[in-house]
């Protein structure tokens, strides 16, 4: 490149380099002043790629981010000390990135580092301006040892794409809209979630905001991998989680779990061509005596020593799925307070019960002997 290249430059048709405003990136310096200057300029331009070139760069304060700003790093990697653009914060009681504007913000190719225990409801990226962001993206970032990942306090149609979130004391990523409750839908795609440090956390928590998808993506370690819990009085669209692989969740652990609070409801889920490898638990449809969840379809899913257990559901769809290795569950699918639940097509290795009588109905194959439920709830072979 030459110095006219607008990225070296640092200041050029909506360039700025952190570099030209002072920023050492030598990993000793404090950066936070000339990397907010760096913000500031983008913001007065009307916005802009505010570019880190690789280096290590050390804030003690957090930075705050109130125009439609692409932060573009030189790489990311492993760990923090090889990555090529890695951002430390070395406060407890500060977001690295608190993005305070509706228009779309842009994060790529970067190591966000909590190089201090963070203070609970801080976050490496909190979104919350007060009204609803809009068609934000993250894409190849790592985020390693904050309390939040990123937290969207009011975000919607934002897409996580090929991220790294590891050691989250509390939660990966928090999905909510607080002023829109039903607003936009959102995308995880290609993620990894990975090595949970507190108790009661989730790698994905979701309370408002939409419909959301969940594609490809690995989870590991957490109580709870995918928590969609939607708050009192939300109605949400469709959710889908397809192509997924959550492993490693503790005995009092769920893989996915759907809840609502008070009239809380869903409107349908999806969940399809998944892998869950878990100590106990896979999938908990959990709804309220005053709100089912209805309309849920669990289908084409590997389980391994997990299973589907239905609590207040509706029209649930168990169809497709292979349970094996059921040395420590009773049930592979287990309906105990729901209506309209539909088994059929699965297979069963290793449980001492392939589906609990309560509610199901359907047929299956059971250790090799295909079965059918009969008027009395209890299965036969066919």
Known sequence: ????????????????????????????????????????????????????????????????????????????????????????????SDDMFDVGTTAPVTFRDMYLNCATTQSTGYAAIKVAPGATNSSSRFEHV??????????????????????????????????????????????????????????????????????????????????????????????????LVNGCSIEGQGSDGWAIRLSNSGSGSFAKTVISGCQFNTTTQGILIAGTANANIPYVSVNGSVFNNSGVSIIHGSYVSVVGNIFVNGSTITYAVSDTAGSGTYVDGNMYRGFSSGAQTTGCYGVRENNGVMQKKNAGGSWASM
């Open 1 to 92: 490149m030459t110095t006219g290249d607008p990225i070296i430059a640092g200041k050029n048709d909506g360039f700025f380099n952190v570099a030209t405003y002072g920023a050492t990136g030598s990993g000793g310096a404090d950066d936070s002043s000339a990397i907010q200057a760096t913000i500031d300029a983008a913001e007065a331009a009307g916005g802009g790629l505010v570019f880190f070139p690789p280096g290590r760069y050390d804030l003690s304060t957090g930075l705050t981010v109130n125009a439609s700003i692409t932060f573009q790093g030189s790489g990311t990697g492993g760990s923090a000390s090889n990555a090529a653009t890695t951002i430390d914060l070395n406060t407890a």
């Open 142 to 239: 790592t985020i390693a040892g904050f309390n939040y990942g990123i937290n969207f306090v009011d975000a919607a149609l934002w897409k996580i794409d090929q991220c790294y979130i590891v050691n989250s004391y509390k939660y990966g990523v928090f999905a909510g809209t607080a002023t829109t409750t039903d607003a936009g839908e959102w995308s995880i795609v290609s993620s990894v979630f990975d090595e949970a440090v507190g108790s009661g956390q989730s790698a994905i928590r979701y309370e408002t905001g939409g419909g959301g998808r969940i594609l490809g993506t690995k989870i590991l370690h957490h109580d709870i991998g995918v928590d969609l819990c939607v708050a009192d009085g939300v109605a949400t669209s469709v959710f």
